[in-house]
């Protein structure tokens, strides 16, 4: 399986971006998916997850009310709609394919990633 993450980009401080991943095969086969994250200097950090089933979302405090994740099992996509960016939300953030069905912030249940997309906000 291979995860291909794009839509990353250079934005401002309040703006919005559309994170979109595609699957290599069908993800309809009850994976659950996330994307994480990685600032300059810093570990990689869960960002949000959806089951396979696109209820139970997981979301990291900081992005609550601002991210929005959402997923095409017929497509093998998953999208993380960004609003009210900020500074700190500067990264790489990658997608990832969940070994089991259900949404979890646990970076070593997911088995695939992808190489991720720069997302620079500017303040």
């Known amino acids: 399986v291979q995860l291909q993450a794009s839509g990353g980009g250079l934005v401002l401080a309040g703006g919005s971006l559309r994170l979109a991943c595609a699957a290599s095969?069908?993800?309809?086969?009850?994976?659950?998916m996330g994307w994480f994250r990685q600032a300059p200097g810093k570990e990689r950090e869960f960002v949000a997850a959806?089951?396979?089933?696109?209820?139970?979302?997981l979301y990291i405090d900081s992005v609550k009310g601002r991210f929005t994740i959402s997923r095409d099992n017929a497509k093998s996509t998953v999208s993380l709609q960004m609003n009210a960016l900020k500074p700190e939300d500067t990264a790489v953030y990658y997608c990832?394919?969940?070994?089991?069905?259900?949404?979890?912030?646990?970076?070593?249940?997911?088995?695939?990633w992808g190489r991720g997309t720069l997302v620079t906000v500017s303040s």
């Open positions: 959806i089951s396979w089933s696109g209820g139970g979302a």
């Open positions: 095969r069908r993800t309809g086969s009850n994976n659950a």
């Open positions: 990832a394919l969940g070994r089991s069905s259900i949404a979890t912030k646990n970076p070593g249940q997911y088995a695939y």
